[in-house]
């Protein structure tokens, strides 16, 4: 059974920072496009990054670039998502999915299989 598990959600003040993490299990993720979502309150799920098998390749929503970090270990089936400088606009529950693609990708359905997702809250 495949199974994506997020971790490393919380709360935090602006300005500060949060690392999540999503482990796999059931299968091996290294071949795979990796990525990150989230959906705000009454908002849609939005992409957020995304990061190729080798990690070689990352691409950012506009939002977040030069804030948030996506990196993964293939050794540990482990994508993920540091979170610098957040303010308000990013809480959100944030989910891990993972794609049958092997060129990074921003569009959800091209992501087969999701996590729980975790929960951030950014306070003012």
């Known amino acids: 059974q495949v199974q994506l598990i997020e971790s490393g959600g919380g709360l935090v003040q602006a300005g500060g920072s949060l690392r999540l993490s999503c482990a796999a299990s059931?299968?091996?993720?290294?071949?795979?496009?990796m990525g990150w979502f989230r959906q705000a309150p009454g908002k849609e799920r939005e992409f957020v990054a995304t990061?190729?098998?080798?990690?070689?390749?990352?691409y950012y929503a506009n939002g977040v670039k030069g804030r948030f970090t996506i990196s993964r270990d293939n050794a540990k089936n482990t994508v993920y998502l540091q979170m610098n400088s957040l303010k308000t606009d990013d809480t959100a529950v944030y989910y891990c999915a993972a794609s049958h693609f092997l060129i990074t990708t921003t569009r959800e359905h091209d992501y087969d299989y999701w996590g729980q997702g975790t929960q951030v809250t950014v306070s003012s």
């Open positions: 059931g299968r091996t993720f290294s071949s795979n496009v």
């Open positions: 990061i190729s098998g080798s990690g070689g390749s990352t």
